[in-house]
Nanobody
Framework: QVQLVESGGGLVQTGGSLRLSCAAS????????MGWFRRAPGKERDFVAA????????TYADSVKGRFTISRDNAKNTVYLQMNSLKFDDTAVYYC????????????????WGQGTQVTVSS
């Protein structure tokens, strides 16, 4: 079992930055692929970014490439999403996710989800 708790969301102006954190608990956290998804108002939940258990491999949605950076600190059982140059369209509830299988996570069906944290970008 893996429990995920997000934090760091809030209100920011266009062009600003936020850093989301996802604290994980569970003995085998280190071996999980971790990711971030988001759900904008009235839309489906979309993939944002993923990181391998080693931290070497990262994957990003085209819409956030060059602006968002995913990272992890396995010693702290924490995954981060640094969001820069935020746009109005980045407004969404952001969810942390985990799965042992990278492709399962990328497909949008990971075994574990956090409760979400709201990010609002004002124009």
């Amino acid at each position: 079992q893996v429990q995920l708790v997000e934090s760091g969301g809030g209100l920011v102006q266009t062009g600003g930055s936020l850093r989301l954190s996802c604290a994980a608990s569970g003995r085998t956290y280190t071996y999980y692929t971790m990711g971030w998804f988001r759900r904008a108002p009235g839309k489906e939940r979309d993939f944002v970014a993923a990181i391998s258990w080693s931290g070497v491999d990262t994957t990003y949605a085209d819409s956030v490439k060059g602006r968002f950076t995913i990272s992890r600190d396995n010693a702290k059982n924490t995954v981060y999403l640094q969001m820069n140059s935020l746009k109005f369209d980045d407004t969404a509830v952001y969810y942390c996710a985990a799965d042992r299988n990278r492709m399962t996570l990328l497909s949008g069906s990971p075994n574990y989800w956090g409760q979400g944290t709201q990010v609002t970008v004002s124009s």
